[in-house]
């Protein structure tokens, strides 16, 4: 039978179950991920997976374009733009491309970046190296709360922790990860605190997903734009239901999917995004909801295909298509990838949705 060595992320958490006993998989996921990101550019062919951003620069341009309109229908403030999670750099750099003959637009944002790998930091500080005023944060905390603030976000929440919980014989459990007797790291089930016990009703084997992390930051961004005035738009894989059920943790490496116990560190660690849980609580921080609507929906009703028309009869053999054309299928990007706004103070409308 082939071994193979630990990683050292997988010896420390295996230290750490030995230790302290099984962890949940919050905890799974964040030990996992801040060696990930912290260690690679995950983007690209050559990397783990690819992005809309990557894949198109419409998606940017369309996103960019959206942004300036919701600003001129707010009165063309003065304002921040933040990014959460920019990757390689590549949705603001198409943004501010977009949109660098809006009038004023430029010159009244200051631009931050929320990223913790350095790695990507430093390629997103390549990438912007033209544009003055562009700060880097590590957490959405030191986010500044002088003027609204535009916020975007693709692909980041996806990224964040989650926990859950399982209907066993003997009632509501939390999943956690633990070592089998051969000391490989193995699924298991562990008592459930009582903030993540579900209120309802399921069939034995049932999932049921939480991030308080997720809750967490997206409810804090969500007082902000309420208060301070501004909008949020959010991009990512991930379902609009009323109490979805389901294990949607996945680990993938260099574009395959993978089991989500081998490979620790070495892989992405996302799960799917529940946007009815992030509408409702955009609802109680005072916020109002825009969406969701599929990725298709949205970037054709901003005229997605429109705009590629124009660059196609501008730079006939161009080679835009394909790229807009993954964004949009139903079997590729536009049926699973959700976006939803969010606005408060002063920012009512978000075109697209
Ligand atoms: N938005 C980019 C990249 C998506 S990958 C794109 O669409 O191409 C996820 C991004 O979130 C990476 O940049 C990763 O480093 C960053 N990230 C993951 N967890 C984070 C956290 N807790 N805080 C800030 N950034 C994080």
Known sequence: METRQDTRIESLIKAEIRQ????????????????????RDPLGSGGDFTTAPEISQLFGEMIGLALADTWMRAGSPEAHLAELGPGRGTLMSDILRATKNVPGFHAALSIHMVETSQTLT???????KDYPHVVWHEDTASLPDDR??????NEFF???????AIMTKAGWQERVVGLDENGALIFGTASIPAALMP???????????????????????CQRVQTQGGCMLL???????????????????????????NLVGEADLTSHVDFRRLKDLAREAGCQVHGTRTQA?????????TRLEQLERKNPGCDLRAGVARLVDAQQMGQLFRVLGVSGNQFSSLPGL
């Not at 302290?20 to 260690?39: V, W």
């Not at 991930?238 to 260099?254: C, F, M, R, S, W």
């Open 235 to 261: 991009i990512d894989y991930g379902h609009d239901v009323e109490n979805a059920t389901g294990d949607t943790l996945q680990a993938v490496y260099k574009h395959t999917h993978t089991p989500v116990l």
């Open 148 to 153: 609204p603030m535009m916020i975007v976000a």
């Open 158 to 164: 996806d990224a964040l922790p989650i926990r859950q």
């Open 20 to 39: 302290f006993g099984p962890m949940d998989i919050g905890r799974f996921m964040t030990l996992s991920l801040m060696h990930y990101y912290g260690t």
């Open 297 to 305: 929906d949205f970037l054709q009703t901003l005229g997605i295909m």
């Open 122 to 128: 430093r390629r997103q500080k390549d990438l912007l």
């Open 199 to 221: 209120q309802s009703p399921a069939g034995v084997n049932t999932i049921i997903e939480f991030s308080p992390a997720r809750d967490q930051v997206f409810t804090a961004l």
